[in-house]
């Protein structure tokens, strides 16, 4: 009877902590835009997961592989154009709420730089056929995207910065939605090529940045004026925060092309589905980085940001290995109902990539957390360490494994860059506070 006290009276300051916390987290506002983010993230990967499954069955894998080819053309071009004004946009405003103004300004005339560069590439892939990943209509389609997609990259990240969370997620949503029913609009028709998916998605981008630009303009005011000072602000900060995230994104982008070229499409269409994959299992910490980066920026110490940081970790961290166990289980099967039986062998690049998704997966919020804190270098040499690794590895791993080496050596590649942020928070950083 005592012992069933004892235990009793325990149960009641245990379950009031519990309720003390649900509470407080029910009221927490960064916990409903990220459960409001991940909801309208998840409803878009299902809807584009829909959209994957109906365009692969029509191309098949060498049409798929096309597809992919010229969307990373694109989001590479994207991400070489942003030169970090994307991560610096959403630092100075969120510390700084009155530049916006200026910052908008800024981001047309980055637009326009962008515009031209992606239109002298164009030409120089024109003269030298041999060297573009695609041809035809598919390459000036991928090269007229990329300024299309700089600017609404920068006014999403605007949006966040302008805690205009709610119009972010909505005008996604519609995007992606609108997207899908385009597509699934056309298949009917006969009508479906890699060069009518790639278009059909892109006026759909260019819908969404219509969308958005009112919404900053109020928030900011009119007429809006750019900033060369600002610029210049802008630009010091943001290559630092460029080469750190150019160097990530080309870790798992770069092998796209490397198998492209090394293994020819079809081995691409089977790895580009693991790679979907992977986008999927890497977009709750997308979100949880996303939203984090401006609450980080805001604070005043490195401590008070590292304490938030681990907060996001401590409930990121079981969700992605629960979700890394689900893909490992049941991704074979997944991917057979989803793509048919040709496509099976892309779930050897999936357990292969797994361990470097969890990885990456933690690695998104140290990188956030690195950028709140200035920037510091590490931030840019660990990804392009681990560049320079994977491409080594790729190119000997690829020829003799196929799509399967390209998996393995991104999960290596992955591997280390979290070892390196992990180090220097602990060391350099912040001694003590990442044990």
Known sequence: METSGKGGSAEVPARRRAATTLARLRSSEFIRQVSETYLTQASIVALSFVNSILVTRLLGPEGRGELAAANTVMAVGVQLGTLGLHSSNTYFVSREPGALRAILGNSVVATLACGLVSLAAYAFFRARPELAPVTGTLLALSFLAIPIGLAYLLAQNLLIATQ?????????????????????????????????????????????????????????????????????????????????????????????????????????????????????????????????????????????????????????????????????????????????????????????????????????????FLASCGMPLVAVYSPLVALLVNVALNLALIPQMGFAGAALTSSVAYALMLLMSIAYVRFRLLPGAAS
């Open 164 to 368: 205009r969370v709610h119009t972010y997620n909505v005008i996604d949503l519609v995007v992606r939605v609108l997207a899908v029913a385009l597509v699934a609009a056309t298949a009917p028709l006969g009508v479906v090529s890699p060069e009518a998916v790639f278009g059909l998605v892109l006026v759909t981008v260019a819908l969404g940045l219509a969308w958005a630009i009112p919404h900053l303009v109020g928030r900011g005011g009119w007429p809006i004026a750019w900033s060369p000072e600002r610029l210049r602000q802008g630009l010091r900060y943001g290559l630092l925060a460029y080469s750190g995230s150019l160097f990530s994104f080309l870790v798992l982008k770069s092998d796209i092309l490397m198998v492209t070229y090394l293994r020819g499409a079809a081995e691409t269409g089977y790895y580009a589905i693991a790679v979907g994959l992977a986008d999927i299992l890497l977009m709750f910490p997308v979100v949880v980085g996303t939203l984090l980066f401006p609450r980080l920026s805001a604070l005043a110490t490195v401590r008070e940001r590292w304490a938030m940081t681990r907060r996001a970790l401590h409930v990121m961290v079981p969700a992605v290995l629960g979700a890394l166990l689900l893909t490992l289980l049941g991704g074979r099967l997944l991917i057979r109902l989803a793509y048919g039986r040709a496509f099976d062998p892309s779930f050897t690049a999936v357990v292969w990539l797994l361990p470097g998704i969890g990885c990456m997966a933690v690695n998104m919020v140290f990188m956030n």
